[in-house]
């Protein structure tokens, strides 16, 4: 079975620009989550999707982020404009049930 | 809203020897609590998990136990190996009505000595 692919793997990007990171789920995983974490840090929670609805999204700072997941497949999350603050490592995750969470390689973000 | 509190930072352990993480969280509510594993480079791997209803879980050289009353949990490993070397996560879940909204503890670094 394919685990969640992310890509790209790295990013490398100046303060004040745009960046988009891609997440495809485990084949038949509903939900869909993206985690921010910072080095040295537990992963935090951006966003949740069931399908192509967004859940939850109170711990996304919306003036920069955006997140979407069309025809509740595929999921991008995008940062507009980037700052200092954003250099973390963005993981997705899915999950069949809502329980047991599956997680990508993630997407490592280095803002200078 | 949730916080959870994961002790030690670090801790190293001679091969063969057990080791314990432990963790606190704060809001009652919480009825699932992970563990994962992360290597360098990797995502977290979940490792083994336990709802509210259950005390203790084991599978093979891993186990947890739930203090609910207390809020707190732990991870232990026994028998360990070099491969066990990696940074292990608690986490819960944010209220009781969804398992994938976790909040993490800070990491445990666990390195295991040949």
């Known amino acids: 079975e394919a685990g969640v692919a992310q890509s790209p793997r790295y990013k490398i990007i100046e303060k004040r620009q745009s960046v988009a990171f891609w997440c495809n789920p485990i084949?038949?995983?509903?939900?869909l989550y993206w985690y921010q974490q910072i080095l040295g840090q537990g992963p935090k929670l951006l966003i949740q999707f069931q399908n192509n609805g967004v859940v939850d999204d109170s711990q996304l700072p919306k003036d920069r982020f955006s997140a979407e997941r069309l025809k509740g497949v595929d999921s991008t999350l995008k940062i507009q404009p980037a700052k200092l603050e954003d250099s973390a490592v963005y993981l997705c995750?899915?999950?069949?049930?809502?329980?047991?969470?599956?997680f990508g390689s993630g997407t490592q973000l280095s803002v200078l | 809203g949730e916080n959870v509190e994961q002790h030690p930072s670090t801790l190293s352990v001679q091969e063969g020897d057990s080791a314990v993480i432990k963790c606190t969280y704060s809001d009652s509510a919480s009825n699932y609590f992970p563990w994962y594993k992360q290597e360098l480079g990797k995502g977290p791997q979940l490792i083994i998990d336990i709802r509210s209803n259950v005390g203790e879980k084991k599978d093979q050289r891993i186990a947890v136990t739930l203090n609910k009353t207390a809020k707190h949990f732990s991870l232990h490993i026994t028998e360990t190996q070099p491969e066990d070397s990696a940074v292990y996560f608690c986490?819960?879940?944010?209220?009781?009505?969804?398992?994938?909204?976790?909040?993490f503890g800070q990491g445990t670094i666990l390195t295991v000595h040949p």
């Open positions: 995750a899915s999950s069949a049930t809502g329980e047991k969470l599956f």
């Open positions: 986490a819960a879940s944010i209220g009781g009505t969804s398992y994938g909204k976790l909040t």
């Open positions: 084949s038949g995983h509903a939900t």
